[in-house]
């Protein structure tokens, strides 16, 4: 292992051990058998040793999303990913607080990588009409609320104590930007066999309300699959503007 390895591997370690999550260059050393001017000359300062522990964290969560193979359900596929983040949270704490620290200015390039595999996983929902929001703009909800749903149980342990707050804070988030027929499935946990009238009548209601916006956004995403443009450039940003105001227009 080379030094600059060894010393990315101990201090990714004391990280996880430390009390508060920090660690001092001093410290690290120690435990790499280093010298200070051979972590300055790899890492050039404490904020560059910390910032190279946070691009070593986002590489391990992101290992296995990498790997998948996209499921048939891009649906499933969404929930399986936000499950897995809070899990990858729950088992590395201060690491993760480090990865989402605003002391961090600059985010890593692994953190944008995480943000196109979910806007991927949620295009595909939107090519089965399953969306009822842009992929974008549906990426930035899901990510933010996951995010913060993770911070919470691993900042506040004390006070988060119900283990289902994620899976609750989840369904919600994803009734908000998945069509009403998908959250009313059996297989996401909220649908319930033998609904009254009164209810059902609610959900064909929410079903018309949200027709437009969900094939607003599938027939933009298909647009965007296309083997060979059909519009012009400026055509397709006009288009593409139209799609996403009707696709996330604010609902009541």
């Avoid at 080379?2 to 050393?29: F, H, Q, W, Y």
């Avoid at 988060?160 to 899976?167: G, L, N």
């Avoid at 607003?216 to 965007?224: S, T």
Wanted: hydrophobic content about 45%; proline content about 8%.
């Amino acid at each position: 292992m080379s030094t600059k390895a060894r010393i990315l591997e101990v201090a990714a370690a004391l990280v996880a051990e430390s009390p508060d999550g920090d660690v001092s260059t001093r410290a690290v050393c120690e435990a790499a058998g280093v010298g200070a001017p051979a972590l300055y000359r790899h890492f050039g300062d404490k904020e560059g040793l910390l910032s190279a522990v946070v691009d070593h964290g986002w590489d391990r969560y992101l290992a296995t999303k990498r790997d998948r193979a996209p499921g048939t359900d891009p649906v499933q596929d969404l929930r399986d990913g936000w499950d897995t983040h809070v899990e990858f949270a729950l088992h590395n704490p201060n690491l993760y607080r480090l990865m989402n620290s605003p002391a961090m200015r600059t985010p890593p390039a692994a953190a944008l990588e995480s943000h196109r595999i979910l806007t991927a996983d949620l295009q595909r929902a939107a090519e089965h009409g399953k969306l009822r929001l842009a992929p974008e703009l549906a990426a930035q909800i899901i990510m933010s609320a996951n995010v913060g749903v993770a911070l919470m149980l691993v900042s506040r342990p004390a006070t988060f104590t119900d283990v289902s707050v994620s899976r609750r804070v989840r369904d919600a988030v994803h009734t908000m930007v998945f069509t009403p027929d998908v959250m009313a499935s059996p297989g996401t946990g909220t649908g319930t066999p033998g609904t009254p009238a009164a209810e059902a009548s609610g959900t064909a209601e929410a079903a018309d309300e949200s027709r437009l916006p969900a094939t607003a956004a599938r027939l933009n995403a298909l647009l965007r699959q296309a083997p060979a443009p059909v519009l012009s450039p400026a055509e397709d940003a006009l288009l593409t503007e139209w799609l996403n105001r009707l696709s996330n227009a604010p609902r009541s």
